[in-house]
């Protein structure tokens, strides 16, 4: 039996087989995958198991992460269904599948984790939000946990929060690199280079995200300690107001949310 097993192997699953291999949560021995292209780049890389096919996976993996497209999730599900036991663990990382849907799919009460972690687990930087189907055991949550901790930290949440989760920190990276190249951009217009224009922005991102997370202060606080009273900073603050900075982040997380339910609404 497999620690791990992944069905689809693209950019989000080989970031959390990373952090799970690098932070000692599997060894290669203990990882199966299934991965129609090019799974010898997967063998060579991280010395893991490549299955013959999904049911191998399935009937050989304690945990199984359906790390494909939301729109093969019933086609996989039908094809594996039958292969897996009542201890298997089923992760779940599309936004739109509930675990009853999931349950569903499978024609019986299955245990199901269900995740949103984020492209910085690429880095080992990932933040995941998790849930989890009412029938898992406090040592099957547990497992799990070490698992997406492995890639960053975690935060256990209701599964009616989680379109509002999956907005801002599952697709709030982008929104982040927005920001870091609209800086970039300026600092080009001013003469800076681009190359350093981007380190200056991202590590600028960097250092206030850790001031957040480091001091606990309010991140208006930290905003007005930058603010001299008639200075340089509280010039661009107000500009940014007067474009609607704020409002524009809090309504396009909004969209994203209303898209959330859309999708889950289409299937």
Do not use: W
């Not at 497209?69 to 086609?75: H, L």
């Not at 299955?110 to 995941?128: D, S």
């Not at 949550?141 to 379109?163: A, P, Q």
């Not at 309010?218 to 107001?241: F, Q, R, Y």
Request: a neutral charge; proline letters at 3%.
């Amino acid at each position: 039996m497999f620690k791990l097993g992944f069905i689809g192997l693209g950019n989000m699953g080989k970031a959390m087989l990373f952090g799970a291999l690098k932070n000692k949560y599997v060894k290669n021995t203990e990882v199966i995958f299934r991965k129609n292209k090019n799974p010898e780049e997967i063998v060579e890389k991280y010395k893991v198991t490549s299955a013959k096919d999904n049911i191998e996976v399935a009937e050989k993996s304690k945990v199984i992460v359906l790390a494909v497209k939301p729109n093969i999730y019933a086609e996989i599900i039908g094809e594996i269904k039958d292969s897996v036991s009542e201890n298997t663990i089923i992760m779940n990382i599309t936004p739109s599948f509930s675990i009853k849907e999931i349950q569903n799919l499978f024609g019986k009460n299955i245990k199901v984790a269900r995740a949103m972690p984020n492209t910085p687990a690429m880095v080992n930087a990932g933040i995941t939000g998790l849930c989890f189907s009412d029938n898992m055991t406090d040592s099957d949550k547990e497992d799990i946990i070490n698992f997406t901790n492995s890639f960053g930290e975690t935060v256990i949440i209701k599964e009616e929060l989680m379109g509002g989760l999956s907005a801002i920190s599952g697709s709030g990276p982008a929104y982040i690199y927005m920001l870091i190249e609209a800086m970039a951009d300026a600092g080009v217009k001013e003469g800076i280079s681009r190359k350093d224009s981007y380190k200056l922005a991202a590590k600028t991102v960097e250092g206030a995200a850790k001031m957040v997370l480091e001091t606990s202060r309010h991140p208006g606080e930290l905003k007005d300690n930058v603010c001299s009273p008639g200075g340089t900073t509280i010039a661009g603050v107000i500009e940014l107001e007067n474009n609607g900075f704020r409002s524009s982040i809090i309504k396009g997380i909004g969209k994203t949310v209303d898209r959330f339910k859309e999708m889950n609404e289409e299937k």
